[in-house]
């Protein structure tokens, strides 16, 4: 199998996915070019998944048919009303530290009780995709070939989830999606009373 199809971390969360989902759709926050999408749709949910670029939604709505597709920018207003689950796989790290917090503070809002937050966010570890050698905005945001992104420490992520979340994992790891490997961290997270 190569690098770029080994990425399977969505698997080993699917029981959990479906115990939390609760007949809702699942919200997937900057779906690219589907694979998300196409292992959620596959494992029978309700997907409605969100993504700027027109080309990564064709991709997307090409690899799982059945899941609903809108092309929009992820701070916009979501297009569901109550998500039981959500994911956002490397999408979480292009704002200035205020607009990530209040999109996840959305996703919050949006989720029904006990709800499931599934994350992925670039490390402060991942120096084949920019943590390091690029000019920096503020602290571990840089500006990445033209384009800000954020990478986290444990700290960072500790601190972006410290009120109305219940952390339920939080692992830094090595993702074999790309052609070089990229540190992230893996987060699950349960909507807190």
Known sequence: MSRATSDR???RWLPLIGERAGGLAILEVGCGGGRDT?????????VVAIDLSPD???????????????CQDIRAAFPVDA???????LSLHYFPWPETEVLVGR???LLSPAGLLLCRLNSTNDHNFGASGHPEIDENFYL?????????DRAAVDRLFSSG????GAEER????????????????????
């Open 144 to 152: 990445v070939d033209g384009a800000p992104k954020r990478f986290f």
């Open 9 to 11: 971390w969505l698997e």
């Open 83 to 89: 998500a039981g689950v959500v994911v956002a796989s």
């Open 56 to 70: 990564a939604i064709a991709k997307a709505r090409a690899r799982a048919p059945q899941a609903q597709f809108h």
């Open 107 to 109: 996703i919050r809002s």
């Open 38 to 46: 196409e292992v959620l749709a596959g494992a029978g949910y309700r």
């Open 174 to 193: 090595i993702i074999d999606r790309y052609e070089r490997p990229k540190s992230a961290w893996e987060v699950v997270l349960e909507k807190a009373p």
């Open 165 to 168: 979340w219940r952390l339920l």
